[in-house]
């Protein structure tokens, strides 16, 4: 039985019990996040300091979750326990194949890059994450899929796509 926690720290509790991976309930944590529109709340579900699990990659990948939520949804500085020393690796970690590294190491969020884990441009990415034009922006590099203007999320980030300065919806509609 799958469980949606819906904070970071319920997450990594679950997978400490061992009742879910790390994996599916970090997704589920996501889902829940997503699926909240409510800043103050979403800003809430990564407050509570989630622990360590005593691995190092999975310790500093939790602090990047953190942080990136944060920043990627404008919730705020990131949490204060993100910026323990023990959620910071010393040597990086490419979160996919060799043959990935060069794209890996330029598309990674500064969250994760700081931290010395090479990730996507979205790793948190689920099929219940908003499509707002950030989102957009990276999967038409990604796939080549171009949306139709009401496929847009209204996004707080009106300038969501880095070399425009346009607002996003006028950009999307005018390419």
């Known amino acids: 039985m799958s469980i949606r926690p819906g904070t970071l720290a319920e997450a990594l509790q679950l997978a400490r019990v061992g009742s879910e991976s790390l994996r599916i309930s970090l997704a589920g944590f996501l889902d829940e996040f997503y699926l909240d529109v409510d800043p103050m709340r979403r800003r ?5 300091d989630p622990g360590l699990l005593q691995d190092r990659r999975m310790d500093a990948y939790i602090g990047a979750v953190g942080e990136h939520l944060c920043h990627r949804w404008g919730l705020g500085q990131p949490p204060v326990w993100s910026e323990d020393s023990a959620r910071f690796l010393s040597r990086p970690w490419f979160v996919g194949p060799e043959r990935m590294k060069p794209f890996l190491l330029a598309e990674s969020p500064s969250a994760f890059r700081r ?4 990730v996507e441009a979205e790793p948190l990415r689920r099929a219940r994450m908003p499509r707002d034009g950030r989102w957009w922006a990276y999967e038409r590099v990604r ?6 203007p009401d496929e847009v999320a209204a996004s707080q980030f009106p300038d969501a796509h880095p070399d425009s300065g346009k607002p996003e919806q006028a950009r999307l509609q005018s390419d």
């Not at 809430?44 to 509570?48: F, G, I, K, P, S």
């Not at 796939?143 to 139709?148: A, D, R």
């Open 115 to 118: 931290r010395f884990i090479f």
């Open 44 to 48: 809430a579900r990564v407050e509570a």
């Open 143 to 148: 796939t080549g899929m171009v949306p139709e």
